[in-house]
C-alpha cells in the first residue's frame, strides 16, 4: 500500500482524509465523552442523512445539505434540552428517526436511478475526492481554532457549567456553539466512516484516552494520535483484504478499546488486591 500512495490520488485524498477525521476526533470526541453527549451526536448524525437525500433530489452536493440538516438538528435539540431537560432523549430519537426517514423519501423521489447511498451510510474512505478534502480541511481548521482559541473557556465549561456561569463565561452560547461543532464534525467523518459508524470513531479514541490520560490537553493530544492510527491501519486493512474501509476502521477502534479496557481493569483489580493483602 505503501508504495501505492505515490501512484494513487485516491489513496493520497484517503491518507489525508483520515489525519483531518482524526484531528476532529480527537478535540471533539473528547468533549462530547466528558459531557456525556454521545447519544445527542447519534441523533444529529443520523438526521444529516435527510440532508443528503435532499441534495441528491434538488441536485446539490450532498454534503452540503447534511451540514444544513445536522446544524438545525443540533441547535432544534440544544434549544429542547435546556428548556425541557427529562425530554430530550425523546427529541433526539425523533429527530434521529425523521432525518433517516425524510432522506429514504427524498432518495425514492429523486429523478433517474436511485444512488449508492452505502458511502454515506457505512463510509468509503477510498472515494473521497479533491472537493471532500478541500471542504473537510476548512472545516478541521475551524473546530480546531474555535477549540484551540479558546481552550481555558472550554476547560472551566467542561469542568464545571455552573461555576463557569457564575465566573463570567456565557456557558448557553457555549453549549450551541459545542452543538454546532459537533455537527461540523459528524460531516467532516461521514465520507470516512458514515452515518451508522459515526459514533465509535467519535468516542473510542476519546475513551481510550480518559482511561490512560488525566489532563484535557494530553486526552485530546493522545486521541488524536490514536484516530491517526485507526484510520490509517484501518485502511491499510481495508486496502490489503478488499472491505469496507468504515468497517475495518470502526471495528478496530472498538477491539483497542477493549484490550484497554481489559487492561485497566485488570490493573485496578490487581492493585486493590495488593492493597487488601498489605492491610491484612
Request: proline share 2%; net charge positive; glycine share 10%.
Amino acid at each position: 500500500m505503501f508504495e501505492a500512495l505515490f501512484h494513487y490520488q485516491f489513496l493520497q485524498n484517503a491518507l489525508f482524509a483520515g489525519i483531518l477525521a482524526s484531528v476532529v476526533c480527537g478535540i471533539i470526541g473528547v468533549i462530547i465523552v466528558e459531557k456525556k453527549l454521545i447519544m445527542m451526536s447519534g441523533g444529529i448524525a443520523h438526521t444529516s442523512y435527510g440532508g443528503v437525500g435532499l441534495g441528491y433530489l434538488l441536485g446539490f452536493e450532498p454534503i452540503i445539505g447534511a451540514f444544513a440538516f445536522s446544524v438545525c438538528a443540533s441547535f432544534i435539540i440544544g434549544f429542547i434540552n435546556r428548556r425541557k431537560k427529562t425530554g430530550s432523549d425523546i427529541i433526539i430519537a425523533m429527530l434521529w428517526s425523521l432525518g433517516m426517514a425524510l432522506g429514504l423519501l427524498f432518495i425514492a423521489l429523486a429523478p433517474g436511478y436511485p444512488p449508492d447511498m452505502s458511502s454515506y451510510l457505512f463510509g468509503n474512505i477510498l472515494s473521497i475526492t479533491r472537493a471532500n478534502l478541500k471542504l473537510m480541511a476548512v472545516l478541521t481548521v475551524l473546530v480546531a481554532l474555535v477549540i484551540l482559541l479558546f481552550f481555558d473557556a472550554w476547560k472551566a465549561y467542561l469542568f464545571d457549567d455552573e461555576f463557569a456561569y457564575i465566573g463570567g463565561l456565557k456557558t448557553v452560547f457555549m453549549e450551541y456553539v459545542l452543538l454546532a461543532l459537533i455537527a461540523v464534525s459528524i460531516v467532516v467523518l461521514l465520507r470516512v466512516v458514515g452515518i451508522i459508524l459515526v459514533l465509535a470513531l467519535l468516542t473510542a479514541p476519546a475513551a481510550i484516552s480518559g482511561m490512560l490520560v488525566k489532563g484535557l490537553r494530553g486526552r485530546m493530544i493522545l486521541s488524536t494520535l490514536l484516530g491517526c492510527f485507526f484510520c490509517i491501519a484501518g485502511l491499510w486493512i481495508s486496502y490489503t483484504i478488499n472491505i469496507a474501509s468504515g468497517a475495518s476502521i470502526v471495528i478496530l477502534s472498538v477491539i483497542c478499546y477493549t484490550l484497554v479496557y481489559a487492561g485497566c481493569a485488570l490493573r485496578d483489580f490487581l492493585r486493590t488486591r495488593k492493597t487488601v493483602a498489605e492491610r491484612t
